[in-house]
């Protein structure tokens, strides 16, 4: 069902059920405080470990301000048939690289991004012979700029020699180059031998054999993450065989977790947040699919799916107003949403117009970068319900369930708390539907 448009300060129209929830964030999200999105997590409720049974993780569904329980190998009992799933098939990348100086000291490198120079995530994962990528860096007081850490390993009974120079500084972040022999393999063959899976931080153990495969999910095939969708790690083949039966489609995109994901807020207000730039890989047939279901439901598993799909309306609304934007500026920044001004533009038509603008410039595929905060105040245009985890305190990620759902938020988490559900990355989920 699609909702009568009302008007908003932020001169864009918005679906009439969301005036309720804008009524209780009535302000700018520049002008939100983190401080009001907080909620007690004890120690013990976080998942250090994943079921061993990636379906049988519990399911608390919320639908039309009520709650109920399942489990994820029963979410097909919770979609519509003929509805749509749409999915995040990035796949992590071992990240971490841990170098051991002369001295004895370790240095850990956690190759969050690659730099500009690189038009995307792909381009970057298959350089050959050397590297240059943003990085976050422990034991950084010990790696003086230009001295070059060296680490070694064997690959098919061949050394493998990889070095690390430390270039510069910029903001929390560092830019290292990274060089290694044989130069014939990829970034990306280096990383599988040499790197580790960067399990988050407040999963408070070391990274074990069975991690490289339960922090992926079934379906990730396109390298370039640094943390998983975590939503996704629940589903299976058998709940794909069950989806099936119900008629229920799915379709695929990428967005690549990058460096905000492990960005805490730190100001006052959301104003001084910075959201960092992630690539986006969509197909112009995945663009057709979600145009075609527009009128049916959309259920986006995982923030970083809802994340991608908003984005691409908001790249249509650019193409509506400027068919003639050049490609590299057909971005996603921060507050597009709300600081856009303009003639308000219906969903249906800003797919249509992506996709005309694709097609002019014979564009198979749609790469480009994102950097949208979705909080409260912000008007959802294409999704009608979320899969995703309990989130951490204080995250951009709550603000995103808080602009979802509204202040029902508190009660969802509340419940969670209560009934003994396990939060973060490796516990369980929700499935949310808009009121």
């Known amino acids: 069902m ?66 109920s329980e399942s489990v994820y190998r029963d979410i097909g009992k919770q979609l519509s048939p003929g509805s749509l799933l749409i999915f995040n098939n990035t796949k992590v990348v071992a990240a971490r690289l841990l170098f051991q100086k002369p001295t ?8 969050l ?3 500009p120079q690189y038009p995307d995530m792909t381009t970057a994962m298959t350089q050959t012979g050397h590297v240059t990528w943003i990085c976050l860096i422990g034991g950084a007081s010990k790696w003086k700029p230009g001295q070059i850490l060296e680490k070694k390993m064997l690959l098919n009974g061949q050394e493998l020699l990889l070095q690390a120079r430390y270039i510069g500084k910029e903001n929390d972040s560092f830019a290292i180059e990274l060089s290694w022999t ?5 970034f990306a063959e280096v990383l599988q031998v ?11 153990r070391t990274v074990e054999q069975a991690d490289n ?30 989806l099936n039966s119900k008629q229920i489609h799915r379709e695929y995109v990428t967005l690549h977790v990058g460096a905000g994901t492990f ?3 730190k100001s006052d207000t959301m104003s001084g947040h910075p959201m960092h730039a992630e690539f986006i890989d969509v197909s112009i047939n995945t663009i057709e699919r979600i145009l075609h279901y527009l009128d049916k439901q959309i259920t986006v598993v995982g923030t970083t799916s809802l994340r991608t799909v908003e984005s691409l309306y908001w790249l249509g609304v650019k193409a509506t107003h400027q068919p003639n934007l050049a490609v590299d500026e057909l971005v996603v920044h921060q507050w597009d949403p709300y600081d856009l001004n303009g003639t308000p533009v219906p969903a249906k038509t800003a797919l249509e117009s992506l996709l005309q603008y694709m097609q002019s410039r014979k564009l198979e595929r749609l790469i480009t970068k994102t950097s949208l905060l979705i ?14 985890n309990f989130h951490q305190p204080q995250s951009t990620l709550l603000l995103l369930v808080a602009a979802f759902i509204g202040s029902d938020w508190r009660k969802i988490y509340t419940y969670a708390l209560e009934n003994n559900f396990r939060f973060l990355s490796y516990g369980d989920g929700c499935l949310l539907f808009r009121r």
């Open 194 to 204: 040499a790197g580790n899976i960067p399990l988050p931080p407040y999963i408070k």
């Open 113 to 115: 991004e690659p730099p």
């Open 2 to 67: 699609r909702y009568a448009y009302c008007q908003l300060s932020i001169d864009y129209l918005c679906y009439s059920s969301k005036q309720r929830q804008l009524a209780a964030y009535p302000m700018h999200p520049k002008d939100l405080s983190v401080h009001d999105f907080t909620y007690e997590l004890p120690e013990e409720k976080i998942a250090r470990y994943p079921l061993p049974e990636r379906d049988s993780s519990r399911l608390l569904v919320y639908n039309n301000g009520a709650l």
């Open 213 to 242: 495969d339960r922090y992926q999910t079934i379906y990730a095939n396109t390298e370039g993450s640094v943390a998983a969708p975590t939503a996704g790690l629940h589903f299976t083949d058998a709940v794909f065989k069950e």
């Open 263 to 265: 960005k805490p807020v």
């Open 182 to 186: 044989p130069a014939s393999l990829t």
């Open 375 to 388: 909080a409260p105040g912000y008007s959802f245009q294409i999704p009608q319900a979320l899969v995703t």
């Open 104 to 111: 004895g000291a370790v240095v850990e490198i956690f190759c």
